[in-house]
């Protein structure tokens, strides 16, 4: 089954979770493709300016840090397939998977890709593009999507976040079919997190970050052999959040959390 891996380019926490997946079907991954980081989105200036007003000026600082590093590591080390990875671009060349980046999915760039492809089964892991139907109609085995949270509460941005900001015991990711509204569509396979007192925002990422991983392992060998399930993913029951404010991270921060 030919696999297209759609992301955006994110070197702090998605490197590992590509790993997993290229060391697990790496005679099926066709292609990664990577479109721009969310935090560019309206311009440089502003993402850092929208970052900055949630994580404030020293976990700023501390992020930055190692987005920083990691530019740095990825253009210095060429890890072989046990690692340790610093960017998307590293884990492609490791596993001999040809890399592109876009600008935008819908974009006539993407749609040669895919003619080149010729893809089964499109994996989005934090694409922070719209994937359209024209673009979903392309994949003869499906479009699937990885959120981290417990679908269908906790839909939107962030997850994480909230899931502290408002000191739930458990979270959990889902791995679900892409359709035309944001993390609606009908859920494949969901892993339980567990929330620890001392979880912080960075920890918890990293923790549903790899569940994520493993659940879409499990996902991909059942639509493989044909014995996947699925379930609603029912809007009644939805809870949906935008990009935290100041003002959250002041409630994250009263609520005894912290990001790093």
């Known amino acids: 089954m030919r696999i297209l891996i759609l992301t955006q380019d994110e ?5 590992a979770s590509f790993a997993v997946i290229c060391r697990e079907f790496r005679n099926d991954v066709s292609c ?3 479109a721009p980081p969310m935090s560019t989105h309206g311009g440089a200036i502003k993402g850092f300016i929208r970052h900055l007003g949630l994580f404030g000026p020293v976990a700023t600082l501390v992020l930055g840090s190692r987005v920083v590093a990691a530019k740095i590591a990825s253009r210095l080390c060429h890890p ?5 990875f610093f960017s998307i671009r590293t884990v492609a060349d490791a596993f ?5 980046a876009i600008a935008k999915v819908k974009s006539d760039a993407f749609q040669a890709i895919l003619d080149k492809y010729q893809p089964e089964l499109l994996v989005s892991i934090s694409c922070p593009q719209i994937i359209g139907r024209k673009v979903r109609s392309r994949f003869s085995r499906g479009c699937i999507n990885v959120h981290g949270a417990p679908l269908p509460r906790y839909r939107g941005l962030m ?3 909230w899931a502290l900001r408002f000191n739930e015991k458990k979270t959990a990711a889902t791995v679900h079919d892409l359709a035309d509204k944001l ?6 396979k969901q892993r339980e997190v567990d929330i620890a007192a001392d979880d912080t925002w960075d920890s918890l990422v990293r923790k549903t970050k790899r569940a994520g991983a493993l659940a879409l392992a499990e996902t991909i060998r059942e639509i493989e052999n044909g014995s996947e399930q699925r379930r609603p993913n029912a809007d009644e029951e939805a ?3 935008s990009f935290p404010t100041a003002k959250d991270r002041r409630a994250f921060r009263a609520a005894g959390r ?3």
């Open 183 to 188: 993390d609606n569509g009908a859920i494949l």
């Open 32 to 34: 990664i493709v990577s």
């Open 239 to 241: 809870i949906y959040f």
């Open 11 to 15: 070197n702090v926490y998605l490197p």
């Open 159 to 161: 997850p994480a976040f």
């Open 258 to 260: 912290r990001f790093f």
């Open 80 to 84: 072989g397939a046990d690692g340790p």
């Open 96 to 100: 001999s998977v040809p890399y592109h």
